[in-house]
């Protein structure tokens, strides 16, 4: 059975830390917005790394702004001017970042208490997000599970509305292969596999156009030091990665550090990845006293586009009444 021990209270409510090992992997997820806190594998010294960035206690998950590892919904990155048309009517949404919805809003799923259901290598957390939770229609009941199989962390998001809205969940681990305390990930190497992305222009909002890498530094269809990317001037403005990229090939990325020799896959059901090399994250106090700051994680955001639901031609985030929303995403891990 997975353990379960109390991680600390908010507002007088228990939050709860779910731990799943088998040996290979350790996952520590937490009921405060169904949270991976940490990840521990095997590195080539034989040792566990714990490779997620995270916090030592509640209250810094309440206040948190920067999402560590915490589920993200119900829609995932941004809307641009917090509004949108379904079925012909203009819903407005609570804005977060200037005229823009971020990440669900002011409280997203990421800042709610789930509750959970365990079984030997599995949680899931469930939430029920009221008609009008941050502007969005429909009552939703939403579904986060994590399960462990050998050295694979798989995640599965299922949901489903009383009235037609927007689904567009994701986790938001901070990634440092080379152990969370460790610093840049400069050293770390990436493989994207998308031959498209989608730029943005003012406040991270996508021009609704789907351009080509090719010619690109968002060009990473070949293995990439990351060291020799994130300082590029053409990133200048988003302090390094902090884009949607279009996917086309699976896995959708591997990550590989060379001090550790942990390299990690992801696969996913989704058609996109918002991949944010920690630009903004600057000097915050996380576990055992670890400092992070700007570009010591890697976060791959599978997800629906951003503000697609604005944007002709883009996949659409549009879940209809009583239609079931199933997508998944896995991370494995191996040494090399
Ligand atoms: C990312 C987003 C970044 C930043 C980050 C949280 O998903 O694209 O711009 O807001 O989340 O700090």
């Not at 005229?99 to 669900?104: I, K, M, S």
């Not at 009235?163 to 440092?176: G, I, K, P």
């Not at 890498?213 to 994130?230: C, K």
């Amino acid at each position: 059975m997975a353990a379960l021990k109390l991680f600390g209270r908010l507002n007088g409510k228990p939050v709860y830390l779910i731990k799943l090992a088998n040996g290979d992997i350790e996952a520590e997820i937490i009921s405060f917005g169904a949270t991976l806190r940490a990840l521990r594998v095997k590195g080539r010294d034989g040792e566990m790394h714990d490779v997620c960035l995270g916090y030592d206690s509640a209250e810094d998950y309440a206040k948190q702004d920067g999402y560590l590892g915490a589920t993200v919904g119900r829609h995932a990155n941004r809307i641009g001017g917090s509004r949108f048309e379904l079925n012909g009517q203009e819903y407005s949404l609570s804005s977060n970042e200037g005229a823009n919805q971020l990440h669900g809003g002011i409280e997203g799923f990421s800042h709610k208490l789930w509750s959970f259901n365990c079984s030997e290598y599995a949680v899931t957390f469930s939430l029920d997000s009221p008609d009008g939770d941050e502007g969005y229609p429909g009552n939703l009941h939403a579904e986060v599970s994590f399960s462990i199989e050998s050295a694979k962390l798989r995640i599965e998001y299922k949901a489903v509305s009383d009235a037609d809205t927007l689904v567009n969940m994701t986790n938001h681990a901070y990634f440092n292969l080379g152990g969370h305390e460790s610093g840049k990930v400069y050293a770390h190497e990436l493989c994207l596999g998308a031959e498209h992305y989608t730029p943005c222009g003012e406040g991270n909002i996508p021009t609704g156009e789907i351009l080509p890498v090719d010619g690109t530094a968002l060009d990473l269809r070949d293995f990439t030091r990351l060291g020799d990317r994130l300082d590029d001037a053409a990133l200048a403005l988003t302090e390094g990665f902090d884009h949607n990229f279009v996917l086309s090939s699976s896995p959708a990325a591997v990550l590989y550090c060379p001090k550790t020799g942990i390299e990690m896959k992801c696969s996913t059901s989704l058609e996109g990845m918002q991949l944010y090399s920690a630009g903004f994250l600057s000097g915050r106090v996380g576990k055992e006293g670890a400092v992070y700051g700007k570009h010591h994680a890697v976060c791959l955001e599978t997800q629906h586009y951003p503000d697609a639901v604005n944007k002709q031609g883009f996949p659409s985030p549009v879940l209809r009444a009583g239609q079931k929303y199933n997508e998944w995403t896995e991370y494995e891990f191996a040494i090399r």
